[in-house]
T-cell receptor, first 112, second 116 residues
C-alpha cells in the first residue's frame, strides 16, 4: 500500500522567512496530494491540494510543487507569520481508493 | 462556511464499555470517513462509507468497530468493547458531491476518547 514520508519533523523559522516541508510517496498510482494544517485541539484543515496533472499550485503565500517522476511533493510557505505555527500534514490518495494516507507531520514554529 | 461537527469533544470511558462517537457531515457530501490520531502520531484511516455501506476499511477497523448513518444527517462510529489502546482522537471527515471521491476531505475537530 501507499507510504508517505515527511520531513522535517520540526521546523523553526523567524517571522518573514520561508518554510519548506517535503514529502515522498511510494505508490505511483497516487494522483491527489492535499496538505493539512492542524492547530492544537483542532482537526486537520485543508490548506492546499494538487493533482498529478499539474506540477505547481499557488494560493497567496502558500504553494505546492509536485514531481511525479521522483514521487515527491513539497509545501512552500513564504513570508511566514506567527499564526502559521501549527503541525502540517501531507497526504496522498489514489483515485481507485478512498483513503488518504498521511505523512508523519511537521511541527512548524514561527518566532516573531 | 459549512463544517463537519463532532460530539462529544471529549469522552471518557472504562475499558470494556461501548462508546458511540457522533458526527454531522457537510450536508451535500456523499462520502464519509473516520480517522484516528494517537497522541503525537499521524492521522490514520479507519473506514470510508458511501451509499449506506462501508466502501473501504483498514486493518485497525476490526469487529469491535462499526459505523452507521442512522438518518440523513448523522454518521456514527461505535466501539463495542473499548480497550486502553483505543484512546485517541477520532476525526470524522466528509467529501464528495459533484467531485465524487476525488473531492477534498473536510475534517471535524475530533472527539478525544480516553479509555481508563
Amino acid at each position: 500500500g501507499e507510504n508517505v514520508e515527511q520531513h522535517p519533523s520540526t521546523l523553526s523559522v523567524q517571522e518573514g522567512d520561508s518554510a519548506v516541508i517535503k514529502c515522498t510517496y511510494s505508490d505511483s498510482a497516487s494522483n491527489y496530494f492535499p496538505w493539512y494544517k492542524q492547530e492544537l485541539g483542532k482537526g486537520p484543515q485543508l490548506i492546499i491540494d494538487i493533482r498529478s496533472n499539474v506540477g505547481e499550485k499557488k494560493d497567496q503565500r502558500i504553494a505546492v510543487t509536485l514531481n511525479k517522476t521522483a514521487k515527491h511533493f513539497s509545501l512552500h510557505i513564504t513570508e511566514t507569520q506567527p499564526e502559521d505555527s501549527a503541525v502540517y500534514f501531507c497526504a496522498a490518495k489514489d483515485t481507485g481508493f478512498q483513503k488518504l494516507v498521511f505523512g508523519t507531520g511537521t511541527r512548524l514554529l514561527v518566532s516573531p | 462556511e459549512p463544517e463537519v461537527t463532532q460530539t462529544p469533544s471529549h469522552q471518557v470511558t472504562q475499558m470494556g464499555q461501548e462508546v458511540i462517537l457522533r458526527c454531522v457531515p457537510i450536508s451535500n457530501h456523499l462520502y464519509f470517513y473516520w480517522y484516528r490520531q494517537i497522541l503525537g502520531q499521524k492521522v490514520e484511516f479507519l473506514v470510508s462509507f458511501y451509499n449506506n455501506e462501508i466502501s473501504e476499511k483498514s486493518e485497525i477497523f476490526d469487529d469491535q468497530f462499526s459505523v452507521e448513518r442512522p438518518d440523513g444527517s448523522n454518521f456514527t462510529l461505535k466501539i463495542r468493547s473499548t480497550k486502553l489502546e483505543d484512546s485517541a482522537m477520532y476525526f470524522c471527515a466528509s467529501g464528495g458531491g459533484a467531485g465524487g471521491n476525488n473531492s477534498p476531505l473536510h475534517f471535524g475537530n475530533g472527539t478525544r476518547l480516553t479509555v481508563t
